[in-house]
């Protein structure tokens, strides 16, 4: 069983940046990929980025492509959601997961965490 925790959500202002972290309890981490998704109340939960075991292959989803950026510490056993010139429409709860390879359908990833609450004012 893998064991997902993400932290570093919270309140901010359009354009302000925040970095989530999602602590994992997989042994060996590097077994896994890692995703970042989101979801609002109503709609369905939406791909946001996706990193591979070793790091060196990262997938964004085209609204936020160039604004955030994923990456993961395998030392750690931690990966990074950097999100920097966040709007309105970013708000959501963001959670983590993890899978056998780096894809951007949440039916492919089989541990979640629960999430974190990223809200964005105007």
């Known amino acids: 069983q893998v064991h997902l925790v993400e932290s570093g959500g919270g309140l901010v202002q359009a354009g302000a940046s925040l970095r989530l972290s999602c602590a994992a309890s997989?042994?060996?981490?590097?077994?896994?990929?890692m995703a970042w998704f989101r979801q609002t109340p109503g709609k369905e939960r939406e791909f946001v980025a996706t990193i591979n075991q070793g790091g060196g292959s990262t997938l964004y989803a085209d609204s936020v492509k160039g604004r955030f950026t994923i990456s993961r510490d395998n030392a750690k056993n931690t990966v990074y959601l950097q999100m920097n010139s966040l709007k309105p429409e970013d708000t959501a709860v963001y959670t983590c997961a993890g899978g056998v390879s780096a894809q951007t359908m949440a039916e492919m990833y089989a541990y979640w965490g629960q999430g974190t609450q990223v809200t964005v004012s105007s």
């Open positions: 997989a042994r060996p981490f590097t077994a896994y990929a």
